[in-house]
């Protein structure tokens, strides 16, 4: 069964750029989480989609936001690029979003200039 | 809001010894789980622990759900090169948004080294 996958693996922005994230979870797996990971901050939750709704969402600006399509493939997207958003952002999907065991992605590291 | 302690930071191991590693909370986790991550990848689940006063393993990897579901702890029994990384813990938050039963919270990572 093949794993989570993002696209595209790495990306280079300038500031006040959009960008668009892409994450196909796991066959079968209908709940795709989001998390940023910084040096600094660690690994931080972002937003949560199940069956095409976001069920759960973290401490971030409007800036962030995703969706979920029907097949369970979900985008992030990152408006109005800032420096501090430079990150490893990473997709993890769940059979069902009160099941823990999350799948990680291998991220897609994101500079921002 | 929900933190966890990650500790020790980071440590150096050589081949054939045991290491530990734990992670503490001021509040109550009804799940721990614990990752590895390799540079450049994504993190990669070791264990799942679920109940409190819970004991798994995998191969080589022993995890403890704490009985106060404060806390929990990763030993590695004789380990080899390939170990290094850096390892998460992470508990489910307790938080309810819209029917979810709440994110991932994760350490700041407890980080593998070689000893020179």
């Known amino acids: 069964k093949a794993g989570v996958t993002q696209t595209p693996r790495y990306l280079i922005k300038t500031r006040g750029q959009q960008v668009t994230l892409s994450c196909s979870p796991i066959s079968g797996h209908r709940s795709v989480s989001w998390y940023q990971q910084t040096p600094g901050q660690g690994l931080q939750f972002l937003f949560e989609?199940?069956?095409?709704?976001?069920?759960n969402k973290g401490n971030f600006p409007g800036r962030f936001s995703g969706r979920q399509f029907s097949n369970s493939r979900s985008e992030m997207n990152v408006s109005t690029l800032e420096l501090g958003d430079s990150a490893l952002y990473l997709c993890a999907s769940s059979i069902q979003g009160n099941n823990y065991e999350q799948y990680f992605g291998p991220g897609t590291r994101l500079t921002v200039t | 809001g929900q933190q966890l302690n990650q500790s020790p930071q980071s440590m150096f191991i050589q081949e054939g010894e045991d290491v530990s590693m734990n992670c503490t909370s001021s509040?109550?986790?009804?799940?721990w789980l614990w990752y590895k991550q390799d540079p450049g990848e994504g993190p990669v689940l070791l264990i799942a622990?679920?109940?409190?006063?819970e004991l798994t393993s995998n191969g080589r990897l022993t995890a403890q759900f704490g009985i106060t579901r404060k806390d929990s702890f990763l030993n590695i029994s004789a380990s080899i090169p390939s170990d290094v990384g850096i390892y998460f813990c992470a508990g489910q938050g307790s938080m309810n948004y819209g029917g979810s039963q709440g994110n991932l919270i994760f350490g700041k990572g407890t980080k593998l080294s070689v000893k020179p």
């Open positions: 509040s109550i986790f009804n799940t």
């Open positions: 989609y199940f069956s095409e709704t976001q069920r």
């Open positions: 622990l679920y109940k409190a006063g």
